[in-house]
């Protein structure tokens, strides 16, 4: 079956970064884009941005230029986000999601907290 | 961006009630390639979103048939025939026509 296992909690210092891994299983992960969305109480369900698993070509919405990272490596099917020069309004829920514009399976969410 | 306007935000309702939940976008949703990419996801608590219909009406494997898209251009509406207990979370549209992708602020339902 289709999954997307994302790696723990982060808990990571004002002006660092983290970088949290989606790994996926039950499918061809260069079939499928991975998309990245980020959750916060206060901000709702935002959209990070794209990669193109199998040519590794990336699309960000434009708050998140510049703030997030999207690579992936396909020997172990894994995508990847980093955020940088984290602030305290970079703590949030962020998850994977299969897909361009389906996202008909999402991982389990990765809760980063930013805090000095 | 496209705003994704839910209605209402919370719905209280007894087991065997139908509910209804509105959203309605600030653009047009009708793709260039004819599609409209509207979609609803189910977020339960403590639990990652799960999709239940995609492109305004499909329902995914697996949702029940209690559970309806229907919509156009701008305005959406997901229909539960009878609320039952497992349906109990908070609800988002949310559009993948226009970049970046943009979701509605969500409807929580409750049990009365």
């Known amino acids: 079956q289709v999954q997307l296992q994302q790696s723990g909690a982060e808990v990571a210092k004002p002006g660092s970064s983290v970088k949290i891994s989606c790994k996926a299983s039950?499918?061809?992960?260069?079939?499928?884009?991975i998309s990245w969305i980020k959750q916060t109480t206060g901000q709702g369900l935002e959209y990070i941005g794209y990669?193109?698993?199998?040519?590794?070509?990336?699309n960000y919405s434009e708050k998140f230029k510049g703030k997030a990272t999207l690579t992936v490596d396909k020997s172990s099917s894994t995508a990847f986000m980093q955020l940088s020069s984290l602030t305290p309004d970079d703590s949030a829920v962020y998850y994977c999601?299969?897909?361009?514009?389906?996202?008909?399976?999402w991982g389990q969410g990765v809760m980063v907290t930013v805090s000095s | 961006d496209v705003v994704m306007t839910q209605t209402p935000v919370s719905l209280s309702l007894a087991i065997g009630q139908p509910a209804s939940i509105s959203c309605k976008s600030s653009?047009?949703?009708?793709?260039?390639?004819?599609?409209?990419?509207l979609s609803w996801i189910l977020q339960r608590p403590g639990q990652s979103p799960k999709r239940l219909i995609y492109?305004?009406?499909k329902l995914d494997s697996g949702v029940p048939d209690r559970f309806s898209g229907s919509g156009s251009e701008t305005e959406f509406t997901l229909k539960i025939s009878r609320v039952e207990a497992e349906d109990l979370g908070v609800y988002y549209c949310?559009?993948?026509?226009?970049?970046?992708?943009?979701f509605g602020g969500g409807t929580k339902l409750e049990l009365k």
């Open positions: 949310w559009q993948a026509t226009h970049f970046p992708q943009t």
């Open positions: 039950g499918y061809t992960f260069t079939s499928y884009f």
């Open positions: 999601a299969r897909g361009l514009w389906g996202f008909d399976y």
């Open positions: 990669i193109n698993t199998g040519s590794g070509g990336t």
């Open positions: 653009q047009s949703l009708v793709h260039s390639d004819g599609k409209t990419y």
């Open positions: 492109l305004v009406s």
